[in-house]
């Protein structure tokens, strides 16, 4: 069973650089199958896909938030990481990270197979 679980802080300031981690159990993140995706929801929106990075490293962003966001991995304790800088109050939202095998053509959750509980990130001074 594959779980994954998002890491960070929950309150960010203004114009500072949001960083958050997916820790992956069950199986690994180099795997050539899976696309491990960092999803966003802001209150009362639609699930943004904000980039995801696969097996071989390759990393793919979506158009949207391309300027200001970073993904990397740590394929020696089986995580991947989102960072994304000069954050606003409108960067508020809850993040999850999740796995899918190809890359998302939609925003919703049947584009995945596992997913993490989420974790809220408030933007604000």
């Known amino acids: 069973q594959v779980q994954l679980q998002e890491s960070g802080p929950g309150l960010v300031k203004p114009s500072q650089t949001l960083s958050l981690t997916c820790t992956v159990s069950?199986?690994?993140?180099?795997?050539?199958?899976?696309?491990w995706s960092w999803i966003r929801q802001p209150p009362g929106k639609e699930l943004e896909w904000m980039g995801a990075i696969d097996g071989s490293g390759s990393i793919y962003y979506g158009p949207s938030l391309k300027s200001r966001t970073s993904i990397s991995r740590d394929t020696s304790k089986n995580q991947f990481t989102l960072q994304m800088n000069s954050v606003t109050p409108e960067d508020t939202a809850v993040y999850y990270c999740?796995?899918?095998?190809?890359?998302?053509?939609?925003?919703?959750?049947?584009?995945?197979?596992?997913w993490g509980q989420g974790t809220q990130v408030t933007v604000s001074s």
């Open positions: 999740a796995r899918g095998d190809h890359l998302p053509y939609g925003t919703g959750w049947d584009q995945y197979d596992y």
């Open positions: 069950g199986g690994p993140i180099t795997s050539d199958y899976y696309y």
